[in-house]
């Protein structure tokens, strides 16, 4: 202010408004308190160390996180100390790295844009041409060492004009389309069985009672089934009858007797060709 006790003039004093320092998982956990409907996540500084902090979050939770980099390291083969290679390292099943030479192109949201609104069972993340990436041009050798540290990209084939997706890993060395498919077959059960109980005045604790159940979940398997999640003729449901049941958990109204298998309909990513030719028949 100025001497003598007169006005202050604008500008001479300044306000200013600190906000803490938080990182990636404060983040997310602030998101989520305002609205926790959303699957996946991204983020824009493709930096390694906040790259490890927001997949170490995410991998508690039901959620997917889509990382890319372009670290140097990637494609050699005798370092463990990229990000995709530190990523497998924790056997992550909710992340998946994405190697991009040019940190402007958003590979990962990109890819987030184009699958995301499919159906869970319905796709796999590789060979999906993407718009606006330029992609990468990998060698054999770089293209080896990549897929070994689990790691995806975008592939720009001069050769055959194309530019598509390849891999679709996550860090564990699963498929992106396996770990959706899942967890929508988790939810979803979660969600039959529960309206089940709202929509019955009383599923009683007997052989009828847990049929009903059994039913509802064979069910859901046959609409994973439709989905292209699971093969349909692999479906097993086993029930344990009341009478095999602890007295305590009947005691309880406890029933946790129903198991199942089922086999991954899985995708078909490489297609090796044998073949003869001969000059006579």
């Given at each position: 202010m100025r001497a003598g006790g007169s006005a202050p003039a604008w500008g001479e004093l300044t306000d200013t408004r600190t906000v803490a320092n938080v990182g990636l998982p404060e983040d997310?956990?602030?998101?989520?308190?305002?609205?926790?409907?959303?699957?996946?996540?991204?983020?824009?500084?493709?930096?390694k160390r906040n790259i490890l902090a927001a997949a170490g979050t995410v991998e508690t939770l039901k959620k997917i996180?889509?990382?890319?980099?372009?670290?140097?390291?990637?494609?050699?083969?005798?370092?463990?100390?990229?990000?995709?290679?530190?990523?497998?390292?924790?056997?992550?099943?909710?992340?998946t790295c994405w190697y991009s030479s040019n940190q402007s192109q958003y590979v990962d949201g990109a890819m987030l844009g184009?699958?995301?609104?499919?159906?869970?069972?319905?796709?796999?993340?590789a060979f999906q041409e993407?718009?606006?990436?330029?992609?990468?041009?990998?060698?054999?050798?770089?293209d080896t060492t990549l897929k070994n540290k689990n790691y995806s990209w975008v592939e720009n084939y001069q050769a055959g004009g194309k530019t598509y997706s390849r891999n679709g890993f996550v860090?564990?060395?699963?498929?992106?389309?396996?770990?959706?498919g899942r967890?929508?077959?988790?939810?979803?059960?979660?969600?039959?069985?529960?309206?089940?109980?709202?929509?019955n005045p009383k599923i009683s604790y007997d052989d009828e009672g847990i049929e009903l159940l059994r039913a509802v979940v064979d069910?859901?398997?046959?609409?994973?089934?439709?989905?292209?999640?699971?093969d349909e003729d692999s479906i097993v449901i086993t029930t344990?009858?009341?009478?095999?049941?602890?007295?305590?958990?009947?005691g309880e109204r406890l029933y946790d007797g129903i198991t199942f298998e089922a086999v991954l309909t899985g995708a078909i990513h490489e297609v090796p060709v044998n073949g003869a030719l001969k000059t006579a028949a």
């Open positions: 997310i956990a602030a998101a989520r308190a305002e609205r926790d409907d959303f699957y996946a996540i991204y983020e824009t500084s493709h930096e996180f889509e990382a890319q980099n372009n670290d140097a390291l990637a494609t050699d083969g005798a370092s463990m100390l990229d990000i995709g290679s530190l990523l497998r390292a924790q056997s992550y099943l909710r992340t184009k699958m995301l609104p499919s159906d869970p069972g319905s796709e796999t993340w993407v718009a606006s990436i330029t992609g990468e041009q990998i060698s054999s050798a770089n860090a564990s060395g699963n498929f992106i389309d396996v770990v959706r967890d929508w077959l988790e939810v979803n059960l979660q969600i039959d069985i529960f309206d089940a109980l709202l929509a069910n859901r398997l046959r609409l994973a089934a439709e989905q292209g999640i699971i344990i009858p009341k009478k095999d049941m602890p007295a305590n958990k009947i």
